[in-house]
């Protein structure tokens, strides 16, 4: 990404985005062999990992832990990829996240104040 210019860097990040958003693993994995951050941020903190977790994409969350993701990390708002999977509903993704240690009390709200508010707390172990 160093031959880039800052608004093509910007670009590109925002394609990563809308993949990982999207459930796009093939392009998005396409995009970090060619050197993209696995960990990357969007203007809000985001991680591709978070976006893949809070629209249920389990195949895109597996990748990108099998990939070196950060479970932990969280976005502007104090939000964990794990906690927003849990705000959604989405079971395997939370499960795939728990399997991959996430923390559970990170974050604000964390996972397991969200799991309580949301009335979710099966999917914690």
Same mark, same amino acid.
């Given at each position: 990404?160093?031959?880039?210019?800052?608004?093509?860097?910007?670009?590109?990040?925002?394609?990563?985005?809308?993949?990982?958003?999207?459930?796009?693993?093939?392009?998005?994995?396409?995009?970090?062999?060619?050197?993209?951050?696995?960990?990357?941020?969007?203007?809000?903190?985001?991680?591709?990992?978070?976006?893949?977790?809070?629209?249920?994409?389990?195949?895109?969350?597996?990748?990108?832990?099998?990939?070196?993701?950060?479970?932990?990390?969280?976005?502007?708002?104090?939000?964990?990829?794990?906690?927003?999977?849990?705000?959604?509903? /989405? /079971? /395997?993704?939370?499960?795939?996240?728990?399997?991959?240690?996430?923390?559970?009390?990170?974050?604000?709200?964390?996972?397991?104040?969200?799991?309580?508010?949301?009335?979710?707390?099966?999917?914690?172990?």
């Amino acid at each position: 990404m160093n031959a880039l210019s800052p608004e093509q860097t910007e670009r590109v990040i925002a394609l990563a985005m809308d993949m990982a958003r999207g459930g796009r693993t093939s392009e998005l994995l396409e995009f970090l062999d060619h050197g993209l951050p696995i960990d990357v941020r969007d203007p809000g903190g985001n991680t591709l990992l978070m976006l893949a977790a809070y629209h249920g994409h389990e195949g895109t969350v597996d990748a990108l832990i099998r990939g070196g993701a950060d479970v932990d990390l969280r976005n502007d708002r104090d939000q964990s990829p794990v906690a927003g999977a849990l705000f959604k509903g /989405e /079971e /395997e993704v939370v499960r795939i996240l728990v399997a991959a240690g996430a923390d559970l009390d990170a974050g604000t709200p964390s996972a397991r104040a969200t799991a309580q508010m949301f009335g979710r707390t099966e999917l914690l172990p």
